[in-house]
């Protein structure tokens, strides 16, 4: 009795020692104080493989409450290759990549890094909607236990200072200071939506008197109806980048030209560092370029058109074949009639012939 006691008990022990320590799942790691208003700091991602080796993973991680996702780092990841590369998509990063054999088996595998900002006090969430891990096994087996999520406290601080609209950018001509640790730049106001004459405008705050470089990436995908009317719009201007300089205080301003190119577009703000010609990505945003009410009619035309078009022309081909075989039908049997038509009148002859020479 004892000894079943005893080898129960070891049975037990290792099972709850595969529970607690064999768990495949992503692990976010976060700084565990609260966080202030206003305040950046990072996140990093881990893969936890504890039973077998893995050699990939994906997955999508979304922030909710007061975040705003900022930059991204791979520096010192185990992925070896990214099939797609830690990308930011409004309050989400989607991410897939690839560890080479012999792949990763341990619990604190660095994926990436993830700089966040903290705009409204309440308690913020990092939770995976999405998620995979692979195991090394030449099947391709999705091994992951469990999606993670993690709980931000975020409490006041110093509010920023929002200044009135401007109607030109601000710009000084005082060098950029040095031999400190620079502030990157945060979008913290900006146009959401803009009409398709209207202008963007972007306001932010970074380190005080550095250059600031907007890049703009369009995001969205186009369908044949709009790709047509961009080529059509040879007036509009897609944005690409622009450099502004920041005051005294940090604050950068920049108003976009009209008539921009519908899309949805990614900002992110660089600090420009001219000592050393490097550049280091802020905390974007995302904005909205509408077309106007006519184009898009327009558009949706063009692509019913572009939908419809090729069923007619296949419709118009399923008929025409057989019409076209029952025609060259009628016309060979047509030859062929009058081919037996010469042939009988030939016949009729050969034998009037043949009679009127016996009879000669």
Not at 138 to 154: R, V
Not at 195 to 217: C, H, Q, V, Y
Not at 294 to 317: E, Q, R, Y
């Amino acid at each position: 009795m004892k000894r079943f006691s005893l080898v129960l008990f070891l049975v037990l022990t290792l099972a709850l020692r595969k529970e607690l320590f064999a768990a495949e799942t992503f692990v976010i790691s976060a700084p565990s104080r609260d966080i202030r208003v206003g305040e950046t700091f990072p996140v990093t991602v881990f893969v936890s493989s504890n039973s077998q080796a893995m050699n990939a993973v994906s997955g999508t991680l979304q922030a909710s409450g007061g975040l705003s996702v900022g930059g991204v780092s791979k520096q010192s990841s185990i992925v070896d290759f990214w099939t797609i590369e830690p990308q930011i998509f409004g309050s989400q990063v989607k991410f897939e990549g690839v560890v080479l054999n012999p792949g990763f088996q341990g619990q604190s595998g660095r994926l990436f890094t993830i700089n966040f900002l903290a705009r409204k006090e309440g308690n913020a969430l990092l939770s995976f909607s999405d998620g995979a891990i692979l195991a090394n096994d030449g099947l391709g087996s999705n091994i992951i236990d469990s999606l993670s999520t993690k709980t931000i406290k975020i409490v006041s601080g110093a509010p920023v200072i929002v200044d009135p609209i401007p109607r030109v950018p601000i710009a000084t001509e005082q060098p950029v200071s040095s031999g400190k640790l620079l502030a990157l730049p945060v979008i913290t106001e900006y146009s959401q939506v803009v009409d398709s004459s209207g202008r963007a405008f972007i306001k932010g705050k970074g380190e005080p008197n550095a250059l600031t470089k907007l890049a703009f990436k369009d995001t969205s995908a186009k369908s044949l109806g709009e790709q047509f009317i961009i080529a059509l719009q040879t007036k509009k201007q897609k944005p690409t980048e622009a450099l502004v300089k920041n005051d005294t205080q940090g604050v950068f301003q920049y108003i976009s030209a009209d008539n921009l190119v519908a899309g949805a577009y990614n900002v992110t703000p660089f600090l420009v560092e001219e000592d050393n010609q490097t550049q280091k990505p802020g905390f974007g945003v995302q904005l909205l370029v509408n077309n106007s009410k006519m184009v898009k009619w327009l558009v949706v035309l063009i692509n019913v058109l572009a939908l419809l078009i090729p069923i007619v022309c296949l419709g118009v081909i399923i008929y025409f074949i057989p019409w076209y075989s029952r025609l060259r039908m009628k016309i060979l049997n047509h030859k062929i009639k009058l081919e037996d038509e010469k042939l009988t009148l030939t016949e009729k002859q050969i034998k009037k012939e043949e009679s009127s020479v016996e009879q000669t």
